[in-house]
């Protein structure tokens, strides 16, 4: 996997986002559970590249919601060290995005 290869990916939030967002979002399908005692926001989809991901980070980053996980569900990173590190997808082989991947886990720890 590069960064400009395209990839399915899901990333949970904390909160709400109306399915209105999809569009504003790389066209990722967007559902809430609202059976937790906080709603959480589930969008998957496929991503062009990973420059269309940081598109998305960015608007869930301006619409102040938490993001509480990320991951990539295709390529070659889909291995067990993916799954434990979901953030683990946005490295790529080159190393790619490693300040971004302690972001999200301090976003992790401070929700």
Known sequence: ???????LYQIR???????????RLAGMMIET???????VTTLTGEL?????LHGVFNTLLELHLP???AQCL????????AEADPSACLRGRRGHGRRRSRHLEQARRES
């Open 1 to 7: 996997m590069t960064i400009a290869e395209p990839a």
């Open 13 to 23: 939030v904390q909160g709400r986002l109306d399915p209105s967002w999809s569009d």
């Open 33 to 39: 559970d609202q059976s937790a005692s906080s709603p």
């Open 48 to 52: 062009i590249d990973q420059s269309a």
């Open 67 to 69: 993001i509480l996980s």
């Open 74 to 81: 295709t390529g070659p990173e889909r291995t067990s060290d």
